[in-house]
C-alpha cells in the first residue's frame, strides 16, 4: 500500500481539507430513503473537524448534465448528512467561485460545509484543468473517500490530487485494503463466485477472474449460457445463445490458467418467474425443454461450499439464483451463510460487492459477517475487472 492516509496528516487545526464523498443516495418525496453512504463517510468528516481542519465536502448528486439543476441541489441532502453526523453542516450555492470562498471564510475550525454539486460544472465530467484550479483554491488538502467514484477520472475525485496533497479517507483506506486481500495479493487458494442474469455484462470480469483466482464458481442465469455452450439444453431457462463462443473461450482461458470451473450439477427448476412458483430440482443434464432453472441445487450447493472450506479468500458477485423470489433464494443465501461462518472462525477473507450482490447478502443476514462489503458498484466491477482506477492510481502517485 503506497497511498497516505489520515493517520499521515499531522496537525490539521486551520486547515481547509476538501473532502470527496459520495452523497448520491436515493431520495424520494424530498426525503433520503437509505442514508449507507453518508454513514459511510462520517467517520473520516468526524475525524477531521475533531482534529479542527475545516471541512469542506465536494460531492456530487444525480446527472445534472454541467448546469444547476434544482432537484439535484446538495442543499436537500445536507439535513440528512447534519443528522447522520449529529452537528451543523453549512451549505454552499457553488464550489467554486466567489459563493464558495465566501461560505469558506466564515467556517471556524471544526465546521463542516458542504459545495454544491460539483456536477453542475461542465469541467467536473471534463476534468478541465481551469475547473481543477477552481475547485483547488478552496483548499490546502485532498481527501479521497469516495471509492465508488473512483473509477471515473472527474475534477473531484482524479484532477485535485494533482495539485493538493492528496490522502486516503477512511472509508476509501478500508476499501482498498480489502480489494487487496481479495485479489491483489490474497492468500491461495482463491475462489470467485459470480452470479447474476447474464454473461454479456460480465465478460470482461470473468475474464480478469479467470487469470488470478483458482476456482470460478458461475451461478444464476448467466450459468445457462456456460451450460448450454458446452451442449446441456437448458429449456426456457434465461441464456445468451449469442455468447456461447464467448462462455467457450472463458472455460478455454481458465483451462490455461490452471482455473476450475464450476458450474451447477442440477438446478431448481419452475415455469413461472415467480414468487412460490411451483419447483423441483432436478439433474443439469435433465432440465425439461418448457421449464426455467431459477435457482442451483443441493449438490451445486455442496460442491461450492467445499470450494470454500478449502478456499482462503473469497470473491462474489451476483446471486447464485434469482433470489429475489422465495424459494429460489436457496443456494445465495446457503452458501452466504457458510462463507460468513468460515469468515467468522477466521478461516476466510471474504469480499464481495456489486450491484445485488449487497442485497443478496442482506438478504441473507450476513451482511456484517463478511470480511467486507462494497456498495461502490461500478468500482467494485471494474476493480473485479482488472481495470486501472483512476481516482485510485493518483492515490498511489500514479
Ligand atoms: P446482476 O445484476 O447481473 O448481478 O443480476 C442479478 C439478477 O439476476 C437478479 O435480479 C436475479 O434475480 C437474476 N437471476 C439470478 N439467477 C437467475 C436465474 N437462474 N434465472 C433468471 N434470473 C436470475
Not at 184 to 212: C, E, F, H, W, Y
Request: hydrophobic content about 45%; charged content about 25%.
Amino acid at each position: 500500500m503506497t497511498f497516505k492516509t489520515l493517520d499521515d496528516l499531522g496537525d490539521i487545526a486551520g486547515k481547509r481539507v476538501l473532502v470527496r464523498v459520495d452523497l448520491n443516495v436515493p431520495v424520494s418525496d424530498g426525503k433520503v430513503t437509505d442514508a449507507t453512504r453518508i454513514e459511510r463517510v462520517a467517520p473520516t468528516i468526524l475525524e477531521l473537524s475533531k482534529k479542527g481542519a475545516k471541512v469542506i465536502l465536494l460531492a456530487h448528486f444525480g446527472r445534472p448534465k454541467g448546469a444547476p439543476v434544482a432537484d439535484m441541489s446538495l442543499k436537500l441532502i445536507a439535513p440528512a448528512v447534519s443528522q447522520v453526523l449529529d452537528t451543523d453542516v453549512a451549505t454552499a450555492e457553488d464550489c467554486i467561485g466567489e459563493a464558495a470562498a465566501s461560505a469558506i471564510a466564515a467556517m471556524k475550525d471544526g465546521d463542516i460545509l458542504l459545495l454544491e454539486n460539483t456536477r453542475f460544472h461542465k469541467g467536473e465530467e471534463k476534468n478541465d484543468p481551469d475547473f481543477v484550479k477552481a475547485l483547488a483554491e478552496n483548499g490546502d488538502i485532498y481527501v479521497n473517500d469516495a471509492f465508488s467514484a473512483a473509477h471515473r477520472a472527474h475534477a473531484s475525485t482524479e484532477g485535485l490530487a494533482h495539485h493538493l496533497p492528496a490522502y486516503a479517507g477512511r472509508t476509501m483506506q478500508a476499501e482498498l485494503e480489502a480489494l487487496e486481500q481479495g485479489l491483489g495479493q490474497p492468500k491461495r487458494p482463491v475462489v470467485a463466485i459470480v452470479g447474476g442474469a447474464k454473461v454479456s455484462t460480465k465478460i470482461d470480469l470473468l475474464m480478469n477472474l479467470v487469470k488470478k483466482v483458482d476456482a470460478l464458481v458461475i451461478g444464476g442465469g448467466m450459468a445457462n449460457t456456460f451450460l448450454a455452450a458446452r451442449g446441456t439444453d437448458v429449456g426456457k431457462s434465461l441464456c445468451e445463445h449469442d455468447l456461447a463462443a464467448t462462455a467457450k473461450q472463458i472455460m478455454v482461458e481458465a483451462a490455461g490458467a490452471g482455473c476450475a470451473i464450476v458450474l451447477p450439477m442440477d438446478g431448481v427448476i419452475a415455469r413461472e418467474f415467480k414468487a412460490g412458483a411451483e419447483n423441483e430440482t432436478v439433474d443439469i443434464e435433465s432440465i425439461p425443454a418448457d421449464a426455467m432453472v431459477l435457482d442451483v441445487g443441493p449438490k451445486s450447493i455442496a460442491a461450492i461450499n467445499d470450494w470454500i472450506s478449502k478456499a482462503e479468500t473469497l470473491v462474489w458477485n451476483g446471486p447464485l439464483g434469482a433470489f429475489e423470489i422465495s424459494p429460489f433464494d436457496k443456494a445465495t443465501v446457503a452458501v452466504a451463510k457458510h462463507a460468513a461462518e468460515e469468515t467468522k472462525a477466521g478461516k476466510l477473507v471474504s469480499v464481495a460487492g456489486g450491484g445485488d450482490t449487497v442485497s443478496a447478502l442482506n438478504h441473507a443476514g450476513v451482511a456484517d459477517d463478511f470480511t467486507y462489503i462494497s456498495t461502490a458498484g461500478g468500482a467494485f466491477l471494474e476493480w473485479m475487472e482488472g481495470k486501472e482506477l483512476p481516482g485510485v492510481s493518483v492515490l498511489h502517485g500514479k
